[in-house]
């Protein structure tokens, strides 16, 4: 069975905080891929980014960072030097190469900025 | 290209009514989902077809039905609407192949309120 665990419900931070958003994710498959989906306040969802399980290196864009750990099954988001307009609420998703399209979402982390 | 495209955005049902949500791709994607989105849950896996005359059920396929008869086209139908079948609703579609394999393209969604 496929699973992904957004522990954190809720965040608020403080403009130019640096902040972490949380990803656990279960899979029997040894090949998988691991999303990251942004859905501002407007409601569309907004792709950030995809890792496939075989490239664990570090990933950063600009003020967003990804870090990918397979030993302890995570997939974690970091911000740098928050903005409002980052307020939204980000998705981890999970697909298994068994599971052809069925890609399986967290119940998400609703992150607000302060200014 | 339009996109994923759904219609209608808004609707109103009253318990035990019918009807038929639309969604379709331009991308000559294989793939298809349909999503609903309720508060703290994150987005729910209905049905899925990666292909056309192929389809299967995600996580909460009850009250629901789809087909796929073309590529583009993948409709969900709500057999008898109950209260609990208010939501937001998210088509999306995706290929396995090319530089963004697997990557979720998502439609404006669909709010269904059901009385």
């Known amino acids: 069975a496929q699973k992904v665990t957004q522990a954190q419900t809720e965040i608020s931070v403080v403009e130019k905080e640096d902040v972490t958003l949380d990803c656990v994710y279960e899979?029997?498959?040894?090949?998988?891929?691991l999303f990251w989906y942004k859905q501002p306040p407007s409601g569309e969802l907004v792709f950030l980014i995809r890792r496939n399980s075989f490239d664990e290196q570090n990933e950063i864009s600009g003020r967003y960072s990804w870090n990918f750990q397979k030993s302890t099954s995570s997939f974690n988001f970091t911000i740098t030097a928050s903005q409002v307009v980052d307020s939204a609420v980000y998705f981890c998703?999970?697909?298994?190469?068994?599971?052809?399209?069925?890609?399986?979402f967290g119940s998400g982390t609703r992150l607000s900025i302060r200014p | 290209n339009a996109g994923v495209t759904q219609t209608p955005k808004f609707q109103v049902l009253k318990t035990g009514q019918s009807m038929t949500l639309q969604c379709a791709q331009d991308m000559n994607h294989e793939y298809m989902s349909w999503y609903r989105q309720d508060p703290g849950m994150g987005l729910r896996l209905i049905h899925y077809s990666v292909g056309a005359g192929i389809t299967d059920q995600g996580e909460v396929p009850n009250g629901y039905n789809v087909s796929r008869s073309t590529t583009e086209d993948f409709p969900l139908r709500l057999l008898s609407a109950a209260p609990s079948q208010t939501s937001v609703y998210f088509c999306?579609?995706?290929?396995?192949?090319?530089?963004?394999?697997?990557?979720?393209?998502f439609g404006p969604g669909t709010r269904l309120t059901v009385t």
């Open positions: 998703a999970l697909l298994g190469y068994s599971s052809a399209s069925k890609i399986i």
């Open positions: 999306a579609s995706s290929s396995p192949g090319g530089s963004s394999s697997y990557e979720q393209y």
């Open positions: 899979t029997r498959d040894t090949t998988y891929y």
